[in-house]
T-cell receptor, first 114, second 117 residues
Framework: EPEVTQTPSHQVTQMGQEVILRCVPI?????FYWYRQILGQKVEFLVS????????KSEIFDDQFSVERPDGSNFTLKIRSTKLEDSAMYFC????????????FGPGTRLTVL | AQKVTQAQTEISVVEKEDVTLDCVYE???????LFWYKQPPSGELVFLIR??????QNEISGRYSWNFQKSTSSFNFTITASQVVDSAVYFC??????????????FGKGTKLSVIP
């Protein structure tokens, strides 16, 4: 069964460093999402991506964040200069072309900023 | 704006007991979908079910059942004869459809279920 994959599973970085989190969505999906979950809290929407551009972003998704689909399979989230408060689990999700399609999540990348 | 409230932060039950997880939602849109996701200790988010706002039929899948009531804006989840493997955090979520949009999920804060052997 097709699934969303994410790498790495755990990333440790120093404050101020850049990190890139990678996702491979389900192959025939068209919409891609990043969500964030700070430890012990709810899952929060960061950004959605469709047709090679951001379709919507939350107030959390400030200038230090960027997303990209560099090729036909990968979908990346870059954090330019990490802060302690960026420590969280980051989930990638994808869905098909219909607005009512279910979003399927990857296993997440746990980011720890020291 | 949409909102999902899961008032139960943590629930503990003894194995084989039934347990109901509550979910109350708010949206002004008439077309929406409700979801439940399971997050086991390993951390991934596992899709369990979705219901659309026009279908209030309750659903049963094995030991899981869902009760959707528009009158009370609730979408509760019951696990019958709970098992240790059901121990997880369960999230209720909502997508509202109000025209163009990316239709992102709005999650509740989750209910941590612990099933004690």
């Amino acid at each position: 069964e097709p699934e969303v994959t994410q790498t790495p599973s755990h990333q440790v970085t120093q404050m101020g460093q850049e990190v890139i989190l990678r996702c491979v969505p389900i192959s025939n999906h068209l919409y891609f999402y990043w969500y964030r979950q700070i430890l012990g809290q709810k899952v929060e929407f960061l950004v959605s991506f469709y047709n090679n551009e951001i379709s919507e972003k939350s107030e959390i998704f400030d200038d230090q964040f960027s997303v990209e689909r560099p090729d036909g399979s990968n979908f990346t989230l870059k954090i330019r200069s990490t802060k302690l408060e960026d420590s969280a689990m980051y989930f990638c999700a994808s869905r098909g072309g219909y607005s009512t399609d279910t979003q399927y999540f990857g296993p997440g990348t746990r980011l720890t900023v020291l | 704006a949409q909102k999902v409230t899961q008032a139960q932060t943590e629930i503990s039950v003894v194995e084989k007991e039934d347990v109901t997880l509550d979910c109350v939602y708010e949206t002004r849109d008439t077309t929406y979908y409700l979801f439940w996701y399971k997050q086991p200790p390993s951390g991934e988010l596992v899709f369990l079910i979705r219901r659309n706002s026009f279908d209030e039929q309750n659903e049963i899948s094995g030991r899981y059942s869902w009760n959707f009531q528009k009158s009370t804006s609730s979408f509760n989840f019951t696990i019958t004869a709970s098992q240790v493997v059901d121990s997880a955090v369960y999230f209720c979520a909502l997508i509202a459809y109000s025209g163009a949009g990316s239709y992102q999920l709005t999650f509740g804060k989750g209910t941590k279920l612990s099933v004690i052997p």
